[in-house]
């Protein structure tokens, strides 16, 4: 069973920054595709950022654009958010989740691409 371990989450004022890492096995982060989702109260979970096995970008929501940035380290099989300037709006619970890249899985923003989940980290932003 695939397990994804996130962290980082907390409580900041508008403006500030948090960074979420998402640990993955040497497999999972070496062959599937990875990605943030986060939802809020009341909202259908959306994608944030979503990577390539490996951890390069594939896909980035246009409300996260020039703010968040997904990256990995491929020493320690962890995908990382990098959020900046974040506002009221970005409050939510955040997720990781992977899925096995091949045919019919393209690492795109996709909720229903994705099939392994981790349990959530939360992120409130305070103005």
């Known amino acids: 069973q695939v397990q994804l371990v996130e962290s980082g989450g907390g409580a900041v004022q508008a403006g500030g920054s948090l960074r979420l890492s998402c640990a993955a096995s040497?497999?999972?982060?070496?062959?599937?595709?990875m990605g943030w989702f986060r939802q809020a109260p009341g909202k259908e979970r959306e994608a944030v950022a979503t990577?390539?096995?490996?951890?390069?970008?594939?896909y980035t929501a246009d409300s996260v654009k020039g703010r968040f940035t997904v990256s990995g380290d491929n020493a320690k099989n962890t995908l990382y958010l990098q959020m900046n300037s974040l506002k009221p709006e970005d409050t939510a619970m955040y997720y990781c989740?992977?899925?096995?890249?091949?045919?019919?899985?393209?690492?795109?923003?996709?909720?229903?691409?994705?099939?392994?989940w981790g349990q959530g980290t939360q992120v409130t932003v305070s103005s």
């Open positions: 989740a992977a899925a096995p890249y091949g045919a019919g899985t393209h690492c795109t923003g996709v909720t229903a691409e994705y099939n392994d």
């Open positions: 990577a390539y096995p490996g951890g390069s970008l594939a």
């Open positions: 040497k497999y999972t982060y070496g062959s599937s595709c």
